[in-house]
């Protein structure tokens, strides 16, 4: 997706992990993930620079889907798609 896209998404569960250091981004959004409804967007806001590839891989390993990443001024938002 390109970033109008990632902007126009309806956020269904914003994890804000800015200023935590790996790998506590994924870990908060694993413990996040059963509060996003199936088809719902999960927002993921990191200053880590590892929190995309690890989200990525993740999201491979679990079958959700990652729709995409957009800078910030400080930190990266990260989105993806519960499928499961």
Known sequence: MNGGELRALT?????DARGTACPGPMLE???????????????????????????????RKMGHDYLGDLENDGFWSVYLLRKV
């Open 11 to 15: 956020v269904a569960k914003l994890i």
């Open 29 to 59: 959004a694993k413990r996040a993930m059963g509060e996003c409804p199936v088809g719902g967007v999960m927002e993921v806001q990191s200053s880590d620079n590892g929190t995309i590839s690890d989200i990525q891989r993740w999201c």
